[in-house]
């Protein structure tokens, strides 16, 4: 059986297992943030495993150029939309006089 002691003591130690849905957002477009970079280095690989010129099934030069171009792209637009996303989690915005972005007085010459 159990010990009468301890079974108090496991109910008090479980911790909820629930976020925010606001903090739980926020983690996962962290992460997707994170992952960014990662997804625009395997796009831009994908070309290396094309079939080269004078080959079967081979990918013209200007297709190429054009895949790249859309990719480099879509991950500055990606980019500006997690910016877009995140601009207001720091609490202070830059016209907001208690913001990081306050201009402050140089403090007056000694003498």
């Known amino acids: ?26 983690r996962r477009l962290m992460d997707a943030a994170r992952l960014l970079p990662v997804l625009g280095a395997l796009l831009f ?14 990918v013209k030069s200007s297709d190429a150029v054009i895949y790249i171009f859309t990719v480099w792209a879509a991950l500055i637009l990606g980019n500006l939309w ?16 208690a913001g990081p972005a306050r201009e402050v007085e140089p403090a007056p010459p000694p003498g």
């Not at 159990?2 to 297992?17: G, H, L, M």
């Not at 690989?45 to 081979?58: F, K, M």
């Not at 997690?82 to 006089?97: K, V």
């Open 82 to 97: 997690f910016g877009r996303l995140t601009r207001g989690w720091s609490g202070a915005g830059p016209g907001d006089p």
């Open 1 to 26: 059986m159990t010990d009468p002691v301890e079974a108090p003591e496991r109910a008090t130690k479980t911790p909820s297992v629930f976020l925010e849905r606001q903090s739980y957002r926020r």
């Open 45 to 58: 690989a994908v070309p290396l495993i094309w079939p080269r010129a004078g080959q079967p099934g081979a």
